[in-house]
């Protein structure tokens, strides 16, 4: 397996060498939490450096993986973006197609809020009330039942009296994985009896504990996290589920609720106080440095303080820095272009 991944990726990388000259602009996809920071750092790097503004798609963290780990050459990304870690079934994806020397970023941390408009109450929120808002199945006088609860005051008289309507990004989007995992999970394990699930079934535990409702309570709303903005403003009873940045950028028109007593605020992110906070990545192909013009030279100015430090610009749009010596250590291995090891 090892041997024929090799020389997959000799063979590709001869390919790409080839055809270099077809493509001399960089193509970045993924996340669409990470793509305004993507952007902001690819526009910069098209008006400062030689080299042409880098093509930025937002297609989903899970999107974003599965174009990458499709193969080597000028028709495939050099860079994916993601709001989660890549996956160990990623990355073996990835080898099967040749994609066997890969570098991961970590870019900082962002929180994933449930936000609604500014002409509506503040929610103060707990975990375990979120759980019992959007899983599928809830426990109700100790059994699993489907999730009878139609409003937010059904669950508990300090919530609002509205109907439960969230909107939220769709399964391929790493958001939605770190949502699920952190806030429903974390909601989840506050039940003694999915606490004991949890011990004497993992995949059954995770199977409730990961599962939204699909009544119409919870609403899909796609990878564009700006049209959940504009439904919010749209409908000021309902909230949205999407990263911590998109909350900074439009804080004239949104509010993010407390979640077991923590605001989303910056400072609450970057010392781990906020429950529903996670790291960001991108990750770039090693075999397509040297052939698509300029990979290297995007990797040092997305690592570079006047991007992604304290003062960076990337802070001004709601990114939420590394501490200093991690962010060095990041920035070292990414210069080196060090191998991914999980």
């Keep these: 397996m090892l041997k024929q991944s090799l020389a997959l990726a000799a063979l590709a990388a001869v390919m790409i060498t080839n055809a270099a000259a077809a493509r001399d602009q960089i193509r970045v996809v993924g996340s669409s939490t990470v793509f305004p920071f993507a952007t902001a750092v690819a526009e910069h790097f098209g008006k400062t450096s030689s080299f042409k503004t880098p093509v930025v798609e937002s297609t989903g963290s899970g999107g974003g993986l599965k174009l990458f780990c499709a193969g080597l050459g000028v028709d495939y990304p050099d860079i994916t973006n993601a709001s989660r870690r890549i996956k160990t079934s990623e990355v073996q994806r990835c080898a099967k197609n040749g994609v066997v020397n890969i570098v991961e970023v970590k870019i900082g941390f962002d929180g994933i809020v449930l936000a609604n408009s500014r002409k509506s109450g503040l929610m103060s929120i707990s975990l375990k009330q979120l759980f019992l808002a959007l899983a599928k199945d809830v426990p109700v006088d100790g059994k699993l039942v489907a999730n009878p609860y139609m409003t937010w005051r059904d669950i508990d008289v300090s919530l609002p009296m509205s109907k439960i309507e969230v909107l939220g990004p769709p399964p391929t989007s790493g958001t939605r994985d770190a949502f699920v995992e952190l806030a429903l999970e974390g909601g989840a394990k506050t039940f003694p009896m999915l606490a004991a699930m949890r011990k004497a079934d993992k995949k059954r535990f995770k199977a409730v504990a990961h599962t939204l409702r699909e009544d119409g309570a919870f ?71 040297g052939t698509v013009p300029g990979l290297r030279d995007f990797v040092a100015e997305f690592t570079a303080d006047k991007a992604w430090g304290p003062d960076g610009y990337l802070a001004d749009k709601g990114l939420i820095p590394l501490p200093d010596a991690e962010r060095a250590k990041v920035r070292a291995q990414a210069a080196a272009l060090a191998n991914l090891s999980m």
Excluded: C, W
């Excluded at 709303?221 to 949205?240: H, R």
């Excluded at 439009?250 to 605001?263: E, I, P, T």
């Design 219 to 289: 609403i899909e709303a796609g990878e564009n996290d700006n049209l959940i903005v504009q439904k919010l403003e749209t409908n000021p009873a309902a909230f949205g589920i999407f990263g911590f940045s998109f909350l900074d950028q439009n804080a004239d028109k949104l509010q993010g609720s407390r979640v077991n007593g923590s605001m989303p605020e910056f400072e609450a992110i970057a010392a781990g106080q906020y429950p529903v906070s996670r790291s960001l990545y991108f990750y770039v192909k090693k075999a397509h440095v």
